[in-house]
Antibody, heavy 114, light 110 residues
Framework: EVRLVESGGGLVQPGGSLRLSCAAS????????MSWVRQAPGRGLEWVAT????????FYVDSVGGRFTISRDNAESSLYLQMNSLRVEDTALYYC???????WGQGTLVTVSS | QPGLTQPPSVSKDLGQTATLTCTGN????????AGWLQHRRGHPPKLVAY???NRPSGISERFSASRSGNTASLTITGLQPEDEADYYC???????????FGGGTELTVL
């Protein structure tokens, strides 16, 4: 059974930074595309970023490009999202997601507010 | 970024059949097909179909998916109370190199 566990969310002021982590188990992490998807309060699902298995190719939604960085450590079966210059509109539940969006973590809440 | 188009809500009676639709373009739904996610309140989304007509292990046979051109469909037969949820379609967009989602369809089982 694939298990994804996110951590690192919290309350941060606008302009601040957070680093989200996702620990994966039960699958061949190193062979999986991995993504972050978020859901703002009262809104639908929004894709944030995706990284290929070898980590060499990364893709971002336009609204986070230049501010967020997705990375991975295949030896540790871990996925990360470094979030800088956070905005109020980044407030959301952030999910770690594997492959063809086939496995999801429980999510970690990021709140950007002064 | 542009997304996929879904009707905002569908209501059906218990035991009936619901068909949800999702429209994209040649770069996403028409390219490698669509997936469908069931999102119940308080739970993470769950994949119920992928690449048009494939069903993950453990998903009820009451869920079936298909595609015609750039439109994907999810059919749920014998509706049960636990089927009440938001359903999102998703697809990898080869031109945008991005996952795109529909706005979600709220399914109500009366």
């Amino acid at each position: 059974e694939v298990r994804l566990v996110e951590s690192g969310g919290g309350l941060v002021q606008p302009g601040g930074s957070l680093r989200l982590s996702c620990a994966a188990s039960g699958s061949t992490f190193s062979g999986e595309w991995m993504s972050w998807v978020r859901q703002a309060p009262g809104r639908g699902l929004e894709w944030v970023a995706t990284i290929k298995p070898d980590g060499n190719d990364r893709f971002y939604v336009d609204s986070v490009g230049g501010r967020f960085t997705i990375s991975r450590d295949n030896a540790e079966s871990s996925l990360y999202l470094q979030m800088n210059s956070l905005r109020v509109e980044d407030t959301a539940l952030y999910y770690c997601v594997s492959g063809l969006l086939d496995h999801w973590g429980q999510g970690t809440l990021v709140t950007v507010s002064s | 970024q542009p997304g996929l188009t879904q009707p905002p809500s569908v209501s059906k009676d218990l035991g009936q059949t619901a068909t949800l639709t999702c429209t994209g373009n040649n770069n996403n739904v028409g390219y490698q097909g669509a997936g469908w996610l069931q999102h119940r309140r308080g739970h993470p989304p769950k994949l119920v179909a992928y690449r048009n007509d494939n069903r993950p292990s453990g998903i009820s046979e009451r869920f079936s998916a298909s595609r015609s051109g750039n439109t994907a469909s999810l059919t749920i037969t014998g509706l049960q109370p636990e089927d009440e949820a938001d359903y999102y379609c998703s697809a990898w967009d080869a031109r945008l190199t991005a996952w795109v989602f529909g706005g979600g369809t709220e399914l109500t089982v009366l």
